[in-house]
């Protein structure tokens, strides 16, 4: 197998065993990072960039798709860095996807952590214009908004990181943004912290992901002075993530009455009739959850279901039939 030789799997390694809910799986493009983030410690422990070859990718969606999976994640450091060693330039993740879109039988296609720099306008374009099964979720970890802690981060967009949400959002308007932050990074003060607030309140993104720093052994940024208490990280954690939870409530609402497709995950433990689900813009295992009430739901199923109920961060959904519907062309 192609993916033994490339990780160093023993050649006679079993096929691969699916350890999430049977609807989704994971496909990792690459492996390692180039990029030199003063927080971050995977170059040193994952290396230089390493893509799988498209072959490979192509040969292990088919299997998982032949296994009855209906949505592929597609995971890496930077999946934006795709090809990139091989010398394939800007455009190797389009070129990848255009290979993944041609194997039929998949509802969705979504791309998990894009670097910032690494969102063209060529890639969103493509994202617009392929439309399903390649979903309009943008995952762009922007980690800060305050140019004075993105620089020391050594992270893109310091000066102002309202560009690249600009440029999303004015060529897929209706795009599903996530992103992580980090607080309490070293040297943040109440004005930075401040500044961030008002960046997420702004933007208004649909799902944030808010961590505390954590001063990672040989790595800059645990080396520098003005490290943040940690009951200031987790005061800060807090009110930024109160401030979210008021932005995620308010985009939720606006879907009850609406009937969408949800991609059933498992049975709810405590509830009869009940499963966990997910519509289009929840990412398994990081976002929200929609619980959809059905009596012939299997875990797999893709169901047509109204909104009947919206929460902080999950829906409330009715199926509408006892039939999973066949995969979108």
Same mark, same amino acid.
């Given at each position: 197998?192609? /993916?033994?030789?490339?990780?160093?799997? +023993?050649?006679?390694? @079993?096929?691969?065993?699916?350890?999430?809910? %049977?609807?989704?799986?994971?496909?990792?493009?690459?492996?390692? #990072?180039?990029?030199?983030?003063?927080?971050?410690?995977?170059?040193?422990?994952?290396?230089?960039?390493?893509?799988?070859?498209?072959?490979?990718?192509?040969? !292990?969606?088919?299997?998982?798709?032949?296994?009855?999976?209906?949505?592929?994640?597609?995971?890496?450091?930077?999946?934006?860095?795709?090809?990139?060693?091989?010398?394939?330039?800007?455009?190797?993740? #389009?070129?990848?996807?255009?290979?993944?879109?041609?194997?039929?039988?998949?509802?969705?296609?979504?791309?998990?952590?894009?670097? %910032? *720099?690494?969102?063209?306008? =060529? /890639?969103?374009?493509?994202?617009?214009?392929?439309? %399903?099964?390649?979903?309009?979720?943008? =995952?762009? +970890?922007?980690?800060?908004?305050?140019?004075?802690?993105?620089?020391?981060?050594?992270?893109?967009?310091?000066? =102002?990181?309202?560009r690249i949400v600009d440029r999303i959002q004015s060529i897929i308007p209706r795009a599903c943004l996530r992103t992580s932050l980090i607080?309490?990074?070293?040297? !943040? *003060?109440?004005?930075?912290?401040?500044?961030?607030?008002?960046?997420?309140? !702004?933007?208004?993104?649909?799902? $944030?992901?808010?961590?505390?720093?954590?001063?990672?052994?040989?790595?800059?940024?645990?080396?520098?002075?003005?490290?943040?208490p940690d009951e200031v990280k987790e005061k800060r954690r807090q009110e930024l993530m109160q401030v979210q939870a008021g932005i995620s409530?308010?985009?939720?609402?606006?879907?009850?009455?609406?009937?969408?497709?949800?991609?059933?995950?498992?049975? !709810?433990?405590?509830?009869?009739?009940?499963?966990?689900?997910?519509?289009?813009?929840?990412? @398994?295992?990081?976002?929200?959850?929609?619980?959809?009430?059905?009596?012939?739901?299997? %875990?797999?199923?893709? /169901?047509?279901?109204?909104? $009947?109920?919206?929460? *902080?961060? =999950?829906?409330?959904?009715?199926?509408?039939?006892? $039939?999973?519907? @066949?995969?979108?062309?």
């Amino acid at each position: 197998h192609r /993916l033994s030789a490339y990780f160093d799997i +023993p050649e006679k390694a @079993p096929g691969r065993l699916l350890t999430t809910p %049977p609807g989704y799986a994971y496909l990792k493009i690459s492996e390692g #990072c180039e990029h030199r983030c003063a927080f971050c410690t995977i170059p040193s422990i994952r290396g230089q960039l390493r893509s799988v070859p498209m072959e490979a990718l192509q040969e !292990e969606a088919r299997r998982l798709r032949d296994l009855g999976v209906r949505e592929l994640c597609l995971v890496a450091q930077d999946l934006t860095a795709y090809g990139r060693d091989w010398g394939s330039g800007s455009d190797g993740l #389009c070129r990848l996807l255009e290979s993944l879109l041609s194997i039929s039988d998949l509802d969705w296609i979504r791309l998990m952590y894009l670097y %910032p *720099t690494g969102v063209s306008r =060529d /890639l969103l374009q493509f994202i617009s214009r392929t439309g %399903p099964p390649l979903l309009p979720y943008i =995952d762009v +970890p922007l980690q800060h908004a305050h140019p004075d802690i993105l620089s020391h981060m050594g992270r893109p967009f310091a000066k =102002d990181p309202r560009r690249i949400v600009d440029r999303i959002q004015s060529i897929i308007p209706r795009a599903c943004l996530r992103t992580s932050l980090i607080i309490g990074y070293p040297g !943040e *003060t109440e004005a930075h912290f401040q500044s961030l607030v008002s960046f997420v309140q !702004e933007m208004r993104f649909w799902h $944030v992901g808010v961590f505390a720093f954590s001063a990672e052994e040989g790595t800059a940024a645990a080396r520098l002075p003005g490290q943040v208490p940690d009951e200031v990280k987790e005061k800060r954690r807090q009110e930024l993530m109160q401030v979210q939870a008021g932005i995620s409530r308010e985009i939720l609402a606006d879907y009850v009455g609406q009937t969408m497709q949800v991609l059933v995950d498992q049975p !709810e433990p405590e509830w009869v009739a009940l499963f966990q689900g997910r519509v289009w813009f929840q990412a @398994p295992e990081v976002d929200g959850l929609t619980y959809i009430s059905s009596r012939w739901a299997r %875990p797999g199923d893709m /169901l047509r279901a109204e909104v $009947v109920d919206s929460m *902080t961060y =999950d829906l409330s959904a009715l199926a509408l039939e006892n $039939v999973s519907e @066949p995969a979108q062309k």
